[in-house]
């Protein structure tokens, strides 16, 4: 099926024939790559493939997924699929997306009727026990992790659906059952020409930007010229896996009556490492906020040695302090997401932070006032103490 074209041109993404797990462990922390042969022993993929209709595809799925309550959205046609965030304080982005509820059958209908209604129907996000993606799904290539570290889920939708670029902390897997999807995605190091939102702005729980990949504004962001020039393509098809490593921004779309995806999520450091780093870096993004660029270029100086650097000696202070002892605890892929975090919202390198969205710095400063950490994820950790007691998924990060 032709796709519809980019507003730009980017390379595709290698692809790796059955690689071994050895192989394939050198690229987590890559780039991303296809690979085939990961998916061929998992009995629903095979179920899907010999089912010639949506009826009989959406029965196989309903017998793998049981009759719990299931949760899906559904967008009207003039959304055109996109599920983006809602930026704050911006009247014209509307209301939240709100889902709605009720057995598989039911989103069943709805996603069958929206050939007719022109509706975007899309379950996001459910959730899938560690036991049925080892032992159903069959995926043998998460046997290397801790299963405690792992969040699995599945995504099955109607033609169409646009999820914003963002971009997750782990180690990403894209496992494609029917349909295709479309990733386009940039490299961590383009932090800086992503106008990242504000950092309670979040699509599907995830770090976001304002920019719309289908619809660029470039004189709004500009800067987005240079990211262009970094960015790379997947298109993946039933029976691939994509692998996107830790920080890559990605911009997914969905073709097909049905797109059916399982996607695993691999932490790399336990989440306790996660509320430390949030801490550190709300309190130097408050302290630094009205800051001249004399105190933050100075404040910068004694991270980029003492921090940064872990150089001994010399002017320090009780951010950089305090900074360093979670920051040399952390793996390198880690180390290099945390310093573009200081430099881009605490010293404003790149300018002042979020200053093309509604509500920008001082906006966030208000609307988080009081919390612990200026990231609601982070501060969702800080309340569940079983969950920051657990390991991370790798159990070698690098």
Known sequence: MPLK?????????????????????????REPVIVRGLLEDSGLLGELRSRSTLD??????????????HYFCVLPPEARGQYRPKLVEDPADGAAVMPEQGTFADFAGRLKAAVATGEYVYMQNGMLEQSHVREKLRFDFLRFTEPRGVESKFWIGSDGQVVNLHYDDCINFICMFEGTKRVTMFPPEQLANLYHAPFDVLAGGAPTTSVEL???????????????????????????????????????????????????????????????????????????????????????????????????GGDTSPLAEQARKTFQALPR????????????????THGTPFEVTPGGMEGLLERQAGQLTLYPNANMLAEMPDVLELPQGDPDPR
Not at 56 to 69: D, F, H, N, P, V
Not at 333 to 348: G, T
Request: hydrophobic share 40%; glycine share 4%; charged share 30%.
């Open 333 to 348: 892929s880690w180390r290099e997401h945390v310093a573009r975090l200081w430099e881009a919202f605490a010293f404003q």
């Open 56 to 69: 009989g595809k959406l029965a196989a799925l309903e017998a793998q997924l049981g009759e719990r309550t």
């Open 214 to 312: 289908l619809d660029l504004d470039l004189e709004r962001h500009p800067r987005f010229r240079t990211a262009m020039e970094h960015a790379c393509v997947a298109v993946v098809e039933p029976g691939e896996a994509l692998l996107i490593p830790p920080f890559w921004w990605h911009h997914v779309e969905s073709f097909g009556a049905m797109h059916v995806m399982v996607n695993s999520f691999i932490t790399t450091i336990p989440s306790s490492a996660t509320l430390e780093l949030w801490k550190d870096l709300s309190a130097g993004v408050r302290a630094l906020a009205r800051a001249t660029p004399e105190e933050r270029s100075r404040e910068r100086d004694i991270f980029r040695r003492r921090v940064f650097g872990n150089e001994e």
């Open 5 to 29: 074209p980019l507003p730009f041109s980017a390379p595709s993404v290698r692809r790796l024939e059955r690689p071994s797990q050895e192989e394939l462990r050198e690229w987590h922390y």
